[in-house]
């Protein structure tokens, strides 16, 4: 049973007041908060367990060792993948992309060949590639999106050729929440021969995913929007590709043996993890998994999409307000704006009201280029929020615009 | 008046206020008049980018004064451009140099100044202040 009461009372910080209001969180989509139990966890290890990983003989590396590679294997079970070695802890989204950027270039991309992401990906899921590119004389090519923001399926297969060798798009674009099309994209690249990476930090916490049924070859994902700790991620790659890609960073934990003539990289998964991890983030993050299987992803799904409805309904009936993003396909955020009133100016009101909105170009430029604007107000939804508060946030942007006009 | 003295005016024009909403009227109101700024002068050299609100700033020199013009596309933004300028507009470059900007602190704005806010003014009070360097070594020295 889905109880929202008790969920919120397993975050503690939900329970302040922010400028004499009672907090309303609504910037999910740039971090979540924390249950008890991650929190918990967290300080457990730091009093109870905190050993490094995989180094010592005694009690404590063997505590935390075994934590930490249980962990691995919750995600592995989150995600589904087929085996554990697939799971590859990294600082987060961006990290995990560069990994791929760096690894899968340096082995696949060569002059000449084109790299495919989406006109409305957030920075790390562009700058990575241009990078790639830049080094290897490669070429990035957009598959447009629709007016609504919708990615035009027609449009991204006339852009695949013999010379894509790799598909770069998120499963949830995180500036309008739109769910994009994976399944058809991943299908029609492979059989054009490119493989694919999906950016799934604005998904995993929402959805289900399942990385062998959807057959993506990479699948990426942040800690902290998922419940867990800030500064671990997580980068799902098939076996065979992970393998045949080269390290992406030298240290200790990803060599077999050294010495100064020859060194022997590790096997999956630590030849891809140099130096000491983020165990205790690591650690965080399948405790989050704990959580969010407690609650079901099915009730999760259910809620969340409940609330994004409710808000759709809601905010439409605002004179003058505009939501960017339209689709039946969307999970878990709202992007607006006000006319003539500047997002900036609305955030700032909003704030007052103690509701936590984010604001500007969610670190999507060309997509908010491709809707002609500079920036949005975007409130995004996590499984403690209610429709009490969009009716707070509904009548704080009347608030506002009244302020402002 | 001296810089410090319309900082003191503004303080006590703030004072009566103690609900939040009723400052930010205020500021909304201030941000309203403040004087036209020439579209023409929305240069890229004028522009501060913020990665929220944009500033737009331009200065003059004439008879040993200061004269600041400034737009912003946010008008709380635009509330506190008006206020900074009434501090240093018709200023010498020495009084722009060695003012100490304590009023915005003082009226409970300093929200809008931390660099998280990206909206360009804190880099507008540091172009203000290099403004009139620049003014006073072309002119002064």
């Given at each position: 049973m889905f109880e929202i009461e008790k969920i919120r009372k397993q975050f503690p910080i939900l329970k302040q007041k922010v400028n004499g209001k009672d907090l309303v969180y609504l910037d999910?989509?740039?971090?979540?908060?924390?249950?008890?139990?991650?929190?918990?966890?967290?300080?457990?290890?730091?009093?109870?367990?905190?050993?490094?990983?995989?180094?010592?003989?005694?009690?404590?590396?063997?505590?935390?060792?075994?934590?930490?590679?249980?962990?691995?294997?919750?995600?592995?079970?989150?995600?589904?993948?087929?085996?554990?070695?697939?799971?590859?802890?990294?600082?987060?989204?961006?990290?995990?992309?560069?990994?791929?950027?760096?690894?899968?270039?340096?082995?696949?991309?060569?002059?000449?060949?084109?790299?495919?992401?989406?006109?409305?990906?957030?920075?790390?899921?562009?700058?990575?590639?241009?990078?790639?590119?830049?080094?290897?004389?490669?070429?990035?090519?957009?598959?447009?999106?629709?007016?609504?923001?919708?990615?035009?399926?027609?449009?991204?297969?006339?852009?695949?050729?013999?010379k894509t060798k790799l598909v770069a798009v998120a499963h949830v674009a995180n500036s309008t929440g739109i769910i994009n099309p994976i399944e058809e994209i991943i299908a029609e690249a492979h059989k054009s021969g490119a493989k694919v990476l999906i950016d799934g930090a604005q998904a995993v916490q929402h959805k289900k995913v399942d990385v062998q049924q959807l057959n993506c070859d990479f699948y990426v994902f942040s800690g902290h929007k998922m419940y867990a700790e800030t500064g671990i991620g997580v980068l799902y790659g098939k076996k065979e590709l992970l393998e045949e890609i080269p390290p992406y960073q030298g240290g200790g934990d990803m060599?077999?043996?050294?010495?100064?003539?020859?060194?022997?990289?590790?096997?999956?998964?630590?030849?891809?993890?140099?130096?000491?991890?983020?165990?205790?983030?690591?650690?965080?993050?399948?405790?989050?998994?704990?959580?969010?299987?407690?609650?079901?992803?099915?009730?999760?799904?259910?809620?969340?999409?409940?609330?994004?409805?409710?808000?759709?309904?809601?905010?439409?009936?605002?004179?003058?307000?505009?939501?960017?993003?339209?689709?039946?396909?969307?999970?878990?955020?709202?992007?607006?704006?006000?006319?003539?009133?500047?997002?900036?100016?609305?955030?700032?009101?909003?704030?007052?009201?103690?509701?936590?909105?984010?604001?500007?170009?969610?670190?999507?430029?060309?997509?908010?280029?491709?809707?002609?604007?500079?920036?949005?107000?975007?409130?995004?939804?996590?499984?403690?929020?209610?429709?009490?508060?969009?009716?707070?946030?509904?009548?704080?942007?009347?608030?506002?615009?009244?302020?402002?006009? | 008046m001296t810089t410090e003295q319309i900082q003191n005016e503004i303080i006590d024009e703030f004072s009566v206020f103690d609900d939040w909403m009723d400052k930010y009227e205020y500021l909304i109101e201030t941000g309203n008049t403040l004087a036209p700024y020439n579209e023409k002068n929305k240069t890229p050299s004028n522009l501060i980018q913020g990665c929220q609100s944009r500033v737009w700033l331009d200065a003059e020199y004439k008879d040993g004064k200061i004269y600041f013009t400034a737009d912003s596309d946010a008008i709380i933004t635009k509330g506190i451009i008006a206020l900074l300028i009434r501090v240093w507009s018709e200023k010498t470059p020495d009084d722009v140099m060695n003012t100490d900007l304590f009023f915005i602190d003082k009226i409970g704005l300093r929200e809008n100044l931390s660099p998280t806010r990206a909206n360009g003014l804190v880099s507008m009070i540091k172009n203000m202040k290099a403004y009139a360097t620049a003014f006073k070594a072309k002119y002064e020295s």
């Open positions: 999910n989509g740039a971090t979540v908060q924390k249950p008890e139990q991650v929190i918990d966890i967290i300080n457990k290890m730091y009093s109870q367990y905190n050993s490094n990983i995989h180094r010592g003989v005694h009690y404590l590396s063997n505590k935390s060792t075994e934590l930490y590679e249980g962990s691995r294997e919750t995600i592995r079970k989150f995600i589904n993948a087929g085996v554990t070695e697939e799971i590859i802890f990294t600082k987060g989204t961006t990290d995990a992309i560069n990994l791929i950027a760096f690894s899968f270039g340096e082995k696949f991309i060569n002059e000449g060949d084109e790299i495919l992401i989406a006109e409305t990906e957030h920075h790390s899921n562009i700058v990575p590639w241009q990078m790639l590119c830049k080094r290897k004389k490669a070429h990035i090519k957009v598959i447009p999106a629709d007016e609504n923001g919708e990615l035009i399926l027609s449009e991204y297969k006339k852009l695949l050729n013999k060599i077999k043996s050294v010495s100064f003539a020859k060194t022997e990289y590790a096997d999956l998964p630590l030849k891809f993890e140099a130096g000491t991890s983020n165990y205790v983030g690591a650690i965080s993050m399948g405790e989050a998994v704990n959580f969010i299987n407690s609650i079901g992803k099915a009730n999760l799904e259910r809620h969340e999409t409940e609330l994004l409805k409710y808000a759709e309904e809601k905010l439409s009936l605002i004179d003058g307000l505009t939501i960017y993003g339209k689709s039946e396909n969307k999970t878990s955020a709202i992007s607006f704006l006000l006319h003539r009133i500047h997002f900036y100016d609305v955030g700032m009101i909003l704030d007052k009201l103690g509701i936590a909105v984010r604001t500007g170009a969610h670190c999507a430029e060309p997509t908010m280029k491709h809707f002609g604007i500079t920036g949005t107000v975007r409130a995004s939804f996590a499984v403690y929020n209610t429709k009490e508060e969009i009716d707070i946030l509904s009548e704080g942007i009347l608030k506002a615009q009244k302020m402002l006009s | -």
